[in-house]
């Protein structure tokens, strides 16, 4: 930790990226050796079927929102690289779909984010109700964020079109 906290940010960001990549890709790896292993054995006629291809080639397709946004999350994108490989999801549109969230990850985890984690856990540690408090709170103050924002920009849009129609 010592040399994480001793380096420039863009240094921590593009190293906690580099980690994010390596170990998804080897999740992801996982999945498919363990897919090649049930191929040789009896479930290869269910693996090979044109309903699973046709909903890998869906999930190819229209899922890759999914593979970025998992890296937001903590287990989860464990679970979504695992089955990204265990369905034969191909490398190449995986590993593209994946970068953004590699970056994702690192920018976030080295801004905070995982000081963050570690403090929550912490707390959970202690008192489960009490980071449950806390997370119920921060996820409200950014709904309210959010909100605002949203009402600031129809306001806005709202003035816009009212001049427009002054000068028409």
């Known amino acids: ?36 292993g049930l191929v040789r054995a009896a479930w290869a006629q269910k693996l090979a079927s044109d309903k699973e291809r046709k909903a890998v080639n869906q999930l190819e397709k229209w899922g890759w929102p999914l593979i970025p946004l998992s890296f937001l999350t903590v287990g989860f994108q464990t679970a979504v690289q ?52 806390v997370i119920l709170l921060v996820a409200g103050i950014i709904v309210v ?9 129809a306001r806005t849009q709202v003035d816009q079109e009212d001049v427009v129609a002054e000068d028409v």
Not at 6 to 14: C, D, G, M, N
Not at 86 to 96: A, D, F, M, Q, S
Not at 145 to 153: A, F, H, W
């Open 1 to 36: 930790m010592e040399w994480i906290e001793s380096q420039p940010f863009i240094v921590v960001a593009l190293f906690l990226t580099a980690v994010a990549g390596f170990r998804s890709q080897l999740t992801y790896l996982l999945g498919r050796g363990i897919r090649a």
């Open 82 to 133: 695992l089955t990204a490989g265990l369905i034969g999801w191909r490398w190449l549109p995986y590993t593209l779909s994946a970068v953004p969230g590699w970056i994702l990850w690192g920018v976030m985890y080295a801004a905070g984010g995982l000081a963050a984690f570690i403090g929550i856990v912490t707390l959970a540690q202690k008192s489960w109700w009490l980071a449950a408090l």
């Open 145 to 153: 964020l959010i909100v605002r924002k949203r009402k600031r920009k």
